[in-house]
């Protein structure tokens, strides 16, 4: 089954920083759209940020802008999020998720992507 994979989690105090990774591997992934979602318990999933199949032109949340990096390795088999200046309200689960198919451009719906992963905690201490 084709499944992308999420690693990189865990806790962290307020102000540091983690890097996640989503090891999506073959031309299932290397030709879409990635995304990260997250999702904080009793709140709906939302989305986090967004890279084209080429690398360009990145999408984030205004709540991230600033803090978080999304980047894809050039063999396009990983994906990427760096996230700087963490603050108790990133504490959630972040999935990374596959664009349904290559002629979608609304990166932020959810319903857009079909592959999900399991997801990779991430706590923010105070």
């Known amino acids: 089954q084709v499944q992308p994979v999420e690693s990189g989690g865990g806790l962290v105090q307020i102000g540091g920083s983690l890097r996640l990774s989503c090891a999506a591997s073959?031309?299932?992934?290397?030709?879409?759209?990635m995304a990260w979602f997250r999702q904080a318990p009793g709140k709906p999933r939302e989305f986090v940020a967004a890279?084209?199949?080429?690398?360009?032109?990145?999408d984030y949340a205004n709540s991230v802008k600033g803090r978080f990096t999304i980047s894809r390795d050039s063999a396009k088999t990983t994906v990427y999020l760096q996230m700087d200046t963490l603050n108790p309200e990133d504490t959630a689960v972040y999935y990374c998720?596959?664009?349904?198919?290559?002629?979608?451009?609304?990166?932020?719906?959810?319903?857009?992507?079909?592959?999900w992963g399991q997801g990779t905690q991430v706590t923010v201490s105070s």
């Open positions: 998720a596959r664009v349904r198919n290559r002629f979608i451009s609304d990166y932020r719906r959810a319903e857009n992507y079909d592959y």
């Open positions: 073959g031309r299932a992934f290397s030709s879409y759209a």
């Open positions: 890279i084209s199949w080429t690398g360009v032109s990145p």
